[in-house]
């Protein structure tokens, strides 16, 4: 066993390299866009009341491009970009105009924030686990252009601890046995997990070691601050059997059963004497010495035990500080991390916290935000959970950031910037494009005004069908009416069952938007077709929102299913169920058409990590496994990062949901017994989901058909039917309503009202802070009033007297409309909404 005192070994100086200068920025405009490359130069500028900011103007026939630091030039040349040049880069394709057109006038930009950080350790696992370098070197002048300034960086971490391991003498065996897969590595660095999806070769290790070097090099060029792991005390269970003088701390375990690194106790001797090995190996794998370091205690559970975690904290930082001065230690604020005794050990100078925030409507998780006792934070949103595909974001909040962020009327303690966490990111290029826009923006962004002028930089035209789709999608599935965990999942990728309506655990299970929209969007979509079709990133949205379309239009379709079921009707279950499995064939053959959707990019990336069969067969079963079952076993994490992609769809999901119909089809028609239903799915499991992350079928990398074609053919097809069955459907599961200043809820039910007779009333509160009284509902035959229940009834997080009785004694005899009325107030406030249910008893 080696003995602690050993290890103090002096901390090498090395000298910088990859400093940042204009050459840089001149290389990373012509990887860009080549087109502007002899016609820009770059000059330095003064900050002025010491923000980052950038002018544009023409001089000479030049663009003139002056900022006043690395990262601000970089923006200045995104924002001519977008903004002079009409083009537009995204995750999720790009339209770059030919030429270099020079600025009408000058263009002055400053933001108000101080940082502008990007990816949550997850970002890194769920999004870019087995990005190459090619795909790594265009996601860090993506970040540049956007005016990033600061990115975490995980890659090469392998080596860090292995090297850091053999110093204290840990076995090679073992160390290699803790070193999680890239796919997984995220929850090893939080401190959640250890070994998951390896163990990695000695190839991979020092191939990522390279990787990483390459990306933090790059990033420090074009003027990013990489974020790196700091040392925390996470140590490997077991260290204790083979290095003397540790005080460990256990930490139980993790969601499914995964046993969490153990912690060392941060106010010990051998925790700095540990740091210093950690931070000199940190350094030599990443040739530079690190300005900002990640990492958190007690991530999602764990425990402290005697642990004094002020003090604890004040010596995690001060090992930093030692290796690195004048380092800042950046916190993820998630859940009750971090806690305030951890922060109030912490160096003010020295510390940003990351306030993570998955309210897409007010942006402040349900509770004040935090201001973590002075020091600075980011707001960071987290629209995106797992790297799931569904249309959502926070369009109206991201636009009014400043004056959520940004009001003097408001203290929110030292507000230093935003982040970008969003934990899958290369979706939903609508909202992720509007939010790099308001990390340069000192007023709310006006979206009227916005989104035409987004239409034509993505689309190269404002076309009107076009903006009038995204104003719909605007208002709908961008404008969410509260908290949820990411978007609305779809039901296509939800283990089977007769209630599914979600697909992983946490996620919300209701649609919070009128699918409608949805529809409506994709139809306008279609008519700009003729004008936009040749565009990469029209083809994208189009089959997006036509995905979506049938992704929405799943739960109608198995509600019908299962009341065909339940009434025992063999020729309408037949009917429904082939309709359910045809959403999958057809959402699969759609999503096939396009490039960005195709399961074998993600597993060929996989592959292409390894240079030996085994190295491949690892890791393309590591990717297989995160996407589907995660882990070795049936349990909370299943289906967590769920994709739509071509081929997924298909051979996975098709076949759970296939099976699930086949034995419901069995037990209608006498050949099985309904007590079989009992428990029927882990034998499914077992048979289809675990067994999936360990088959080798390989699938294409290249779109096949045309997206447009295919995008009318199924709007054809299921156009009709969203609408039929999302007005029949919408009365079982609720018209929305939302409190305003009226104190009057009104809604058309003249669908709903198709014969006389008493029909029950439900109204239910879903959002807001408020509770919802009612004092009366009232039924109205045109301006005439039918029916009416007076009584006192209140819905919020718990329902009284909220049903409602309306004796209809006959049926309207003349075309006037069914309107239903509903006398109401909030309890303390306006801000309520909800659904009305209502069903003829």
């Not at 840089?24 to 002899?38: C, F, G, I, Y």
């Not at 350094?283 to 991530?299: I, P, Q, S, T």
């Not at 969007?521 to 700009?528: E, N, S």
């Amino acid at each position: 066993m080696k003995p602690i005192l050993q290890l103090v070994i002096p901390i090498l100086a090395l000298t910088a390299t990859g400093l940042a200068d204009d050459t840089s920025l001149l290389e990373m405009v012509k990887r860009v866009h080549p087109d502007h490359a002899e016609s820009i130069e770059f000059r330095s500028i003064p900050a002025t009341d010491g923000k980052s900011g950038f002018t544009i103007s023409a001089a000479d026939g030049k663009i003139q491009l002056a900022g006043s630091d690395t990262s601000a030039k970089a923006a200045a040349y995104g924002w001519y970009l977008k903004h002079v040049s009409r083009s537009h880069l995204s995750w999720s394709g790009d339209h770059l105009r030919a030429g270099a057109p020079l600025p009408d006038e000058p263009i002055s930009q400053s933001s108000p924030y101080r940082h502008r950080f990007a990816f949550n350790y997850c970002t890194l696992s769920y999004t870019m686990a087995f990005w190459d370098w090619e795909r790594w070197e265009r996601e860090i002048d993506y970040l540049a252009i956007n005016g990033y300034t600061h990115a975490l960086v995980t890659a090469g971490l392998e080596k860090v601890w292995q090297q850091t391991l053999h110093e204290l003498g840990y076995p090679e065996e073992k160390t290699r046995d803790c070193i999680a897969n890239p796919a997984f590595a995220a929850w090893w660095h939080m401190g959640n997990l250890e070994g998951h999806g390896g163990p990695l070769s000695q190839g991979l290790i020092d191939r990522e070691a390279e990787l990483g070097r390459k990306i933090v090099k790059r990033m420090r060029e074009l003027g990013i601050t990489p974020v790196h792991q700091g040392f925390v005390g996470l140590l490997p269970n077991g260290i204790d059997e083979h290095v003397e003088g540790l005080t460990l701390v256990p930490q139980g375990h993790w969601v499914g059963g995964f046993r969490r690194p153990t912690v060392l106790d941060p106010t010990t001797d051998a925790f700095q004497k540990i740091a210093e090995v950690w931070y000199r190996n940190l350094e030599d794998v990443y040739g530079a010495r690190g300005e900002a370091f990640g990492g958190d205690l007690f991530h999602e559970g764990g425990s402290h035990g005697n642990i004094n975690v002020k003090a604890a904290a004040k010596s995690v930082q001060h090992a930093m500080q030692t290796a690195s001065p004048d380092s800042t230690w950046v916190l993820q604020c998630w859940h009750h991390n971090p806690s305030d005794q951890l922060i109030s050990g912490t160096n003010p100078q020295h510390t940003v916290v990351l306030q993570l925030s998955r309210n897409m409507r007010d942006g402040n998780n349900g509770a004040p935000l935090r201001t973590f006792q002075g020091r600075p934070w980011l707001w960071a949103e987290l629209a995106n959970f797992g790297g799931n595909h569904n249309l959502y974001g926070g369009n109206p909040l991201v636009a009014s950031l400043p004056s959520l962020l940004l009001n003097e009327n408001r203290p929110l303690g030292d507000m230093a910037g935003l982040a970008l966490l969003s934990e899958g990111v290369e979706t939903n290029p609508f909202y992720y494009s509007l939010f790099f826009d308001a990390g340069w923006r000192a007023q709310d962004i006006d979206l009227q005004r916005w989104i035409p002028a987004y239409a034509e930089r993505r689309y190269g035209s404002a076309h009107p069908s076009a903006v009038a789709a995204l104003e719909l999608l605007n208002r709908s599935v961008y404008s969410p009416e509260g908290i949820q965990e990411g978007c609305t999942e779809s039901i296509l990728c939800a283990k089977p069952r007769r209630d599914a309506n979600k697909a992983s655990t946490w996620a919300t299970g209701r649609i919070s938007y009128d699918p409608m929209d949805v529809v409506h969007a994709a139809q306008q979509l279609l008519d700009a077709a003729p004008e936009l079709s040749d565009q990469a990133t029209y083809r994208y949205d189009l089959v997006d929102t036509t995905r979506q379309v049938l992704a929405d239009l799943a739960r109608p379709i198995l509600a019908q299913t299962m009341e065909a079921y339940d009434r025992e009707d063999i020729a309408s279950f037949d009917l429904y169920s082939q309709r359910f499995l045809d959403l999958i064939r057809d959402t699969d053959s759609l999503l096939a058409s396009d490039h960005h959707w195709l399961l074998g990019t993600w597993l060929e990336r996989a592959k292409a990590k390894g240079h030996t069969l085994e190295e491949k067969r690892l890791m393309e079963s590591a990717a297989r496994k995160l996407i589907t079952t995660w882990s070795n076993q049936s349990d909370a994490l299943d289906d967590y990062s769920h994709r739509q992609w071509s081929g997924l769809m298909k051979d996975y999901y098709l076949v759970r949901w296939q099976t699930f119909f086949d034995v419901h089809g069995e037990v209608l028609a006498g050949h099985r017994s309904p007590d079989s239903l009992v428990g029927w799915y882990p034998e499914l499991q077992q048979a289809t989901d675990l067994k999936f992350a360990h088959l080798t079928k390989t699938y294409p990398t290249h779109a096949t058909g045309d997206p447009v074609q295919v995008a009318t053919r199924l709007m054809e097809k299921y156009g009709p039917l969203a609408e039929f069955l999302w007005t029949a459907h919408q009365h079982r599961d609720g018209l929305p309503w939302k409190l305003d200043h009226t104190g009057i809820l009104s809604w058309d039910v003249s669908d709903a009202i198709t014969e006389a007779g008493t029909h029950t009333v439900t109204l239910e509160w879903t959002s807001g802070a408020h509770a919802l009284e009612i004092e009366s509902v009232e039924l109205y035959e045109g301006d005439r009033l039918v029916a009416q229940d007076r009584h006192t009834g209140q819905t919020g997080w718990q329902h009284k007297d909220n049903r409602y009785t309306l004796d209809l004694k006959k049926l309207r005899t003349n075309l006037d409309a069914y309107t239903l009325k509903a006398k109401v107030r909030g309890v303390g406030g306006g801000d309520s909404a909800g659904t009305l249910k209502i069903c003829r008893d």
